[in-house]
């Protein structure tokens, strides 16, 4: 069975701070990796991920995959209060269907 | 980007009765959606893989007869709750892989749909 782990579950930091949240899966052939973004509704679409060591950049957010490790990880750099969220890491691996971690939920402070 | 399109956004029905919720890809045609269900402060679980023209796909302890999909066109799939119950109560998205995308297994959401059952 895929599992995926995410942590910190919750993060609170000031806003202007960098924050790293984390994600670790075990799946079953591995294609890829993908993190959104959930305020109050829908989650929106941030990353995918399927080489190792290659950046995904978009303004003040990255990710990185290392497929050794089984992990990646989202940074946020310096924080704004409305990227207070829950971040949600997916995995999808041979049935092509995606297997979320319970999530990081951030709290950015004014 | 792909737009999902999730309906009602917000029901309150009574014990017993059923209720439709639709998810309608809006300009893209999408052979594959997906229905989950998100219990407050837990993660997204997958409840079934609807595949437009065949019988969904439903994950182990779901009940396919209390959870009714169909996917009668490529750019619509409806999830019935038949004779809800107050334990089914919770937050349910729909969402969809383009043709694009279904390699690259990005999924789009609707906006989810908040089930209160009395």
């Known amino acids: 069975e895929d599992k995926v782990v995410q942590s910190p579950l919750s993060l609170v930091v000031h806003e202007g701070d960098t924050v790293t949240l984390n994600c670790s899966y075990e799946v079953t052939n591995f294609r890829s990796l993908l993190w959104y973004k959930q305020e109050k509704k829908a989650p929106t679409f941030l990353f995918m991920l399927t080489s190792s060591g290659i950046e995904k950049k978009s303004g003040r957010l990255s990710s990185i995959l290392d497929k050794k490790e089984l992990s990646s990880i989202l940074n946020i750099t310096a924080t704004q209060t409305g990227d207070s969220a829950i971040y949600l890491c997916a995995v999808a691996g041979s049935a092509r269907q995606l297997t979320f971690g319970s999530g990081t939920q951030l709290t950015v402070l004014p | 980007g792909a737009v999902v399109s999730q309906h009602p956004s917000w029901v309150i029905c009574k014990s017993g009765t059923s209720v439709k919720i639709e998810c309608r890809s809006l300009?893209?045609?999408?052979?594959?959606m997906f229905w989950y269900r998100q219990f407050p402060k837990q993660s997204l679980m997958l409840m079934a893989t609807s595949n437009e023209g065949s019988k969904a796909t439903y994950e182990q302890g779901v009940e396919k007869d209390k959870f009714l999909i169909n996917h009668a066109s490529l750019t619509l799939s409806t999830l019935t709750v038949t004779s809800a119950h107050p334990e089914d109560s919770s937050f349910y998205i729909c969402s969809a892989r383009t043709s694009e995308s279904s390699t690259k297994n990005i999924q789009y959401f609707g906006a989810g749909t908040r089930l209160s059952v009395l």
């Open positions: 300009d893209f045609q999408a052979t594959t």
